[in-house]
């Protein structure tokens, strides 16, 4: 009787899998590309400033407001981006900006600067929010950034 009970559950389970929108519904999970190819970060030095890119894939982009750049030792930076924002009616967050294609966003680097925590969201069009990336720079004095993350 034991044995019963434990095969019941994974037969329904095996023919809810059958359904056709539910195999869609799975084949759309394994489409969704990680965070990393959706959004391609890059940071690197140019003469004093500190220039952070993205490029995104076909169909994704970030919010305007989630991108949150903080310099270690805590120092104010002046952020310029590059790229203008769109207005769009996201379904999670009604009335946002976004950025689809590439961001650029660049600050003066001060020599006091050791880390620069640097994070963003943001959507494919498929309706797949990516939960908040998070990227720490570390600044080697003479050397390119390096950088650190999920």
């Known amino acids: 009787m034991l044995f019963l009970a434990m095969f019941y559950p994974s037969s329904v389970y095996s023919e809810f899998l059958t359904t056709s929108s539910t195999k869609d519904l799975l084949k759309g999970f394994q489409d969704i590309l990680p965070a990393d190819e959706s959004f391609k970060f890059s ?4 003469e004093e400033r500190i220039i952070l890119s993205w490029e995104l894939k ?8 989630k991108f949150e750049i903080t310099a270690f030792p805590k120092t104010y930076i002046d952020i310029v981006t590059t790229e203008t924002s769109l207005p769009i009616n996201d379904e999670y967050f009604g009335e946002v900006e976004v950025f689809y294609n590439n961001v650029t966003k660049s600050f003066v680097h001060d020599e006091n600067m050791e880390k620069i925590i640097v994070k963003y969201q943001g959507c494919n069009a498929k309706g797949f929010c990516y939960p908040v990336i998070n990227k ?12 650190k993350g999920t």
């Open 136 to 147: 720490e720079l570390i600044i080697k004095k003479g050397k390119n950034l390096i950088i």
């Open 58 to 65: 076909e169909n994704c982009f970030l919010y305007k407001d």
């Open 43 to 46: 940071a690197f030095k140019i």
